[in-house]
């Protein structure tokens, strides 16, 4: 079988920032990994199949690079086959691809995380998915984020998990599963006491399963952090995020909850902030996207005041304007001594709630991180962040702002900052992971992997 055709050194550069070269393997694991790129080819041939030029040159760059550095890699390795790269020619993995990748990795002990993003990886190839999770028992980390998997596929990874007992972090982002899909993963986590974080936003989950995991969770003491952003929900009365809020006066586990375009209201809102009064879990509460106004913020002022265990707020894209912006400024200013990083961005904000939460921060010392791209800013906004910034009082990297000058006026610019920034999609060049695009993932880890 003859390889594909090389790649370019800048291409080569590109594809070597998903691995991570640290301590020499044991001699044993050195020598079979040394050999990966050629038993995917024989593989292949055993399968009488084609290879994928793509996977071949990505484990033949970690060939090549144990050979250069007479080093292997740590003894836990991520390989990333995201087939969303728009620098490097890429086949992506289908199905067939994914059996031959399964019987490959059955050797390497090492490898303990693999991210296959956006591929077309569809319902028989979560029966593969399946073999994985049930064979390979050194996999912690599996991203399927963004496939072609839908319900079948769903029930068939759910009930591997029923078995598996190793598996940390999965991501099913963007396959959809639906409403019966969901259903099985809620019983899943009736079974299951190993996974940490479960990522299931945009899977069109239903009110049905979405109240099934919020049940579940009451009993479930494992999970660390749960994804369930974008549903599809029917009704204007908010019974998933009571459901949730019941969940959490009792859970003391859960550490990340992400609930985007949720559709909550004021009324939702105000459930979940006086669940969250005595809540000593959750440190990372994502409310984005949803339609939150000024009248819900006399909730989360009180939640700021008398909650000193979260870290992370996420409100982006609602509406609290500046009456709201009062009080949750009241409270980080003179109660709160938990909170490190808020976003704000694009809530219709004028310049005189943003000088009040630049205030705030001149008396509390706890807050570190604060976005606010996205509002009306005037004059004074400017200044006033644009002193922060200089007195170092905010740093830098810790906002989405940058300020500059022109004819002796301050503006401010946008930055590349965020509190995940990065979790659907990662930038063609420079930092992948970099804290100053996932604050919120850096300041309150749920799992090892975003």
Known sequence: MVPGDALQPWQTEKIMENFNSFSPLPVAVSETFDALPQNYLDMCNQFSRNHNPFL???????????????????????????????????????????????????????????????????????????KLLEEIQSITYLNLMFNDIKTDGGEVIAKALHRNQTLKHLRLTGNKIENKGGMFFATMLQINSSLEKLDLGDCDLGMQ???????????????????????????????????????????????????????????????????????????????????ITRDAMKYMGELLKRNNVLEVIDLSSNRIEDEGSMYVTEALAFYNTSLKALSIVSNNITGKGLTAFSDSMKTNTTLTNIYIWGNKFDSETCVAFANLISSGRLRQENTDVEPYMVDDSVYLAELSHGIKKHYYWTPSYGEVDGASANAGLAIAPSAKNL
């Open 209 to 291: 399963s979405l109240i099934a995991i919020a049940t579940v969770l009451t009993k479930n003491k494992s999970i660390k952090g749960i994804n369930l952003n974008r549903p599809l929900l029917k009704s204007e009365e908010e019974e998933s995020t009571v459901h949730m809020s019941h969940m959490l006066q009792v859970n003391s586990s859960l550490i990340e909850l992400h609930m985007c375009k949720h559709d909550i209201k004021n009324f939702g809102m105000q459930q979940l902030c006086e669940a969250l009064y005595l809540n000593t879990g959750l440190r990372y509460l994502d409310v984005s996207c949803n339609r």
């Open 56 to 130: 071949y040159q990505t484990l033949k760059l970690l060939e090549k690079e144990y050979r250069k550095t007479k080093k292997g890699f740590e003894d836990e390795i991520t390989i990333k086959i995201a087939g969303n790269n728009r620098l490097i020619p890429v086949q992506r993995l289908v199905d067939d691809d994914f059996e031959v990748l399964v019987y490959v990795l059955k050797p390497h002990k090492n490898v303990t995380g693999l991210d296959v993003r956006y591929n077309l990886l569809t319902d028989d190839g979560a029966k593969h998915v399946a």
